[in-house]
Nanobody, 125 residues
């Protein structure tokens, strides 16, 4: 079993930056695709960035050019660098993993195997 723990959320002004981290523990060899999702109040959980174990990445159009996903396999940690933040980026952010490769395509939230509990990001105008 894999456990995920996010950190790095907070409150910043529009235009600012945050870096989210997701530490993976447990049977870390069991996943091949990792995704950062977010969910704003009253909205469906949406994927914003994806990375496969072999490094193939993808990002949602809404964050392209502003968010970057990366991983440090030695530290079993997934990152989401978020720049030029906007009020509409305000949401709970979750990391999630699954055994099936994603090949750079953002999966739907119900296609993931393991989830963290989330970290809150609030962007003020």
């Amino acid at each position: 079993q894999v456990q995920l723990a996010e950190s790095g959320g907070g409150s910043v002004q529009a235009g600012g930056s945050l870096r989210l981290s997701c530490v993976v523990s447990g049977y870390t060899a069991s996943w091949n695709c990792a995704v950062w999702f977010r969910q704003a109040p009253g909205k469906e959980r949406e994927g914003v960035a994806v990375i496969d174990r072999d490094g193939i990445t993808g990002t949602a159009d809404s964050v392209k050019g502003r968010f970057t996903i990366s991983q440090d396999n030695a530290k079993n940690t997934l990152y989401l660098q978020m720049n030029s933040l906007k009020p509409e980026d305000t949401a709970m952010y979750y990391c999630a993993k699954r055994r099936v490769y994603c090949s750079g395509v953002l999966p739907r939230y119900y296609g993931m195997d393991e989830w963290g509990k989330g970290t809150l990001v609030t962007i003020s105008s």
